[in-house]
């Protein structure tokens, strides 16, 4: 039997459909230890790269596999994610998460990065291309970015030991970055000084973003978690020019600005 309860709609709430954008870890191991590492490495210079951000946690490449899921929570809240939802387990992994007061969420989708043919313009040859660095890529966004709205603009240098990020659009610094220095953007760097210190352009995988000088002299330059750093000298024709780095076919490219 069903039974119609009548009575006016609640006038301290309202249950509507939300669409929430999450980060997305994609576990490959139940290696914690190395898990940790590997965040250290990638995010341990960089305390604000995550704001407090919700997270999926992908549980699929693992197979049937055992998780700390105590322990692994624990680590990844010291990187300002805030796990809310688990998907790709099996039913004791789901089970276990639930606990834990994880949600399931077998719909929610990964976007990974655009491949080359996606991409809107198609790179021309390049005269530099640097080797790609092998590296860590445990976080990886479950939605495409939304387009900048406005640049980060810093006037100031920036000295060894200081460093700034733009999230969610570009940076434009209109001083030195010193050597020691690190500028990190969601989208493209602009640097209208020399660049000595580190540059992290599409560091959410935006694999478009650019980094562009006046005076290219960097410890390290790195788009979409590609890399290179100043223990590969630089070609003679790049070293203190103009010049913009990018990727093609997930590898660095170095050019001068004006050939």
Request: glycine share 6%; with cysteine; aromatic share 4%.
């Amino acid at each position: 039997m069903t039974v119609a309860i009548a009575g006016r709609a609640p006038a301290t709430f309202e249950i509507k459909s939300a669409n929430l954008p999450l980060v997305a870890l994609l576990l490959k191991s139940c290696d914690l230890d190395a898990l940790s590492r590997e965040l250290q490495d990638r995010f341990g210079d960089s305390p604000d790269f995550f704001d407090h951000d919700p997270l999926v946690i992908d549980l699929a490449p693992l197979g049937g596999a055992a998780v700390d899921f105590k322990a692994l929570l624990k680590l990844l809240k010291a990187y300002r994610v805030l796990p809310v939802a688990v998907k790709g387990g099996n039913e004791e992994q789901m089970r276990s998460a639930l606990q834990l007061g994880l949600a399931a969420a077998p719909e929610a989708a990964l976007t990974p990065a655009p491949s080359r043919r996606e991409r809107e313009e198609q790179p021309e040859p390049a005269p530099a291309v640097a080797q790609q660095a092998p590296r860590a890529e445990p976080v990886q966004a479950a939605a495409a970015a939304t387009p900048p709205a406005s640049a980060l603009v810093i006037d100031k240098p920036l000295r060894s030991g200081q460093q700034v990020y733009a999230r969610g659009r570009d940076l434009v610094v209109l001083s030195m970055v010193n050597a020691g220095a690190e500028v990190i953007a969601d989208g493209h760097i602009h640097v209208y000084a020399p660049l000595r210190g580190k540059a992290i352009a599409g560091a959410r995988g935006d694999a478009q973003a650019r980094i562009l000088t006046l005076c290219l002299e960097p410890e390290l330059v790195s788009i979409a978690g590609t890399y290179r750093t100043s223990e590969i000298p630089l070609p003679e024709a790049l070293r203190g020019k103009a010049a913009q780095v990018r990727l093609v076919d997930d590898k660095l490219v170095m050019e001068p600005l004006n050939p």
